[in-house]
Nanobody, 120 residues
Framework: QVQLVESGGGLVQAGGSLSVSCAAS????????MGWYRQAPGKQREVVAT???????NYQDSVKGRFTISRDNAKKTVNLQMNSLKPEDTAVYFC??????????????WGQGTQVTVSS
């Protein structure tokens, strides 16, 4: 009923740039927080960046100054622009959205994940 569809990702050389995007669709009353998480093999999923519906952002310390998260409330999309990429940024990146649906109230949704690989 609610879907998060991701686009972007791929292979990039260290120091390069890449962006990933996510669009929410379906029976949605309101999209609250949105964000990007990542998970490397053998490691726990960790938050990369989040943005509230009002535009307040938070970043993991390791990506501050390099990554920028933004959203378009009308389009129900969230974007992560990644600059000065490092090999340690390599992971599967997951889109997250906290969504208010017509029946059931608040729900958390996740995208399927997109691979970001940074070569040294």
């Amino acid at each position: 009923q609610v879907q998060l569809v991701e686009s972007g990702g791929g292979l990039v050389q260290a120091g390069g740039s890449l962006s990933v995007s996510c669009a929410a669709s379906g029976s949605i009353v309101w999209v609250n927080d949105m964000g990007w998480y990542r998970q490397a093999p053998g490691k726990q999923r960790e938050v990369v960046a989040t943005v509230t519906s009002g535009g307040s952002t938070n970043y993991q310390d390791s990506v501050k100054g390099r990554f920028t998260i933004s959203r378009d409330n009308a389009k129900k999309t969230v974007n992560l622009q990644m600059n000065s990429l490092k090999p340690e940024d390599t992971a599967v990146y997951f889109c997250y959205a906290q969504v208010f649906v017509p029946i059931g109230g608040r729900r958390d949704y996740w995208g399927q994940g997109t691979q970001v690989t940074v070569s040294s």
